[in-house]
Nanobody
Framework: QVQLVESGGGLVQAGGSLRLSCAAFGRTFSNYAMGWVRQAPRKEREFVAT????????YYQDSVKGRFTISRDNARNTVYLQMNSLKPEDTAVYYC????????????????????WGQGTQVTVSS
């Protein structure tokens, strides 16, 4: 079992920045590929970004490429999402998620692949 706790959400103006953090508790953090998934009002959850268990591989949804950066610190059992140049369409609840990984290269790009989820943190971008 892995427990995930997000923090860092809030209200920001368009063009601003936020940094989300996700602390993991329980099983060995470095055994899991990690990801960020978001859900806007009246929409389904969508993949945002993922990082492999050692941090060597990352992958992003096209709409956030060049603006968002995912990273992890395995010594601190934490994954981050740096969000720059935020747009109103980035408004959503952002969830941290973990997927058991058997390869250093593996990244998890499908929402259905994630086994463990945090409670979510709200990000609101005003225009």
């Amino acid at each position: 079992q892995v427990q995930l706790v997000e923090s860092g959400g809030g209200l920001v103006q368009a063009g601003g920045s936020l940094r989300l953090s996700c602390a993991a508790f329980g099983r060995t953090f470095s055994n899991y590929a990690m990801g960020w998934v978001r859900q806007a009002p009246r929409k389904e959850r969508e993949f945002v970004a993922t990082i492999s268990r050692r941090g060597g591989n990352t992958y992003y949804q096209d709409s956030v490429k060049g603006r968002f950066t995912i990273s992890r610190d395995n010594a601190r059992n934490t994954v981050y999402l740096q969000m720059n140049s935020l747009k109103p369409e980035d408004t959503a609840v952002y969830y941290c998620a973990a997927d058991r990984s058997w390869s250093d290269a593996y990244v998890s790009t499908a929402v259905s692949e994630y086994n463990y989820w945090g409670q979510g943190t709200q990000v609101t971008v005003s225009s």
